[in-house]
């Protein structure tokens, strides 16, 4: 089992940047694809990334691509979404979670496709 905690969030202006964190409990971070989520009020959670175990393969949505990045770091049991040129539709509450995959497998797709989640954070761009 593995808990996590995202932070990073806030207010930011359209155009700029957030980087946003997401720290493991436990031992086992690294058995775990993670994935990084959103929901806006009104909305369904949205896919927005996801990341190998081993940090080699990544895959964005089409709506982040070229303004998102997901990088980690199994050293420090965090993995992180930068995300840059932000848009007013970027505001939602981000959640990271994690799923247990193969090494270099990313886990595209719907939310009950993973198993653990974080609490989230609020992500606010204004116009």
């Known amino acids: 089992q593995v808990q996590l905690v995202e932070s990073g969030g806030g207010l930011v202006q359209a155009g700029g940047s957030l980087r946003l964190s997401c720290a493991a409990s436990?031992?086992?971070?690294?058995?775990?694809?993670m994935g990084w989520f959103r929901q806006a009020p009104g909305k369904e959670r949205e896919f927005v990334g996801s990341?190998?175990?081993?940090?080699?393969?990544?895959y964005v949505a089409d709506s982040v691509k070229g303004r998102f990045t997901i990088s980690r770091d199994n050293a420090k049991n965090t993995v992180h979404l930068q995300m840059n040129s932000l848009k007013p539709e970027d505001t939602a509450v981000y959640y990271c979670?994690?799923?247990?995959?193969?090494?270099?497998?990313?886990?595209?797709?719907?939310?009950?496709?993973?198993?653990?989640w974080g609490q989230g954070t609020q992500v606010t761009v204004s116009s």
């Open positions: 990341i190998s175990r081993s940090g080699a393969s990544t």
């Open positions: 436990g031992r086992t971070f690294c058995a775990y694809a």
């Open positions: 979670a994690a799923k247990a995959a193969d090494l270099h497998a990313v886990v595209v797709g719907r939310s009950k496709s993973y198993d653990y």
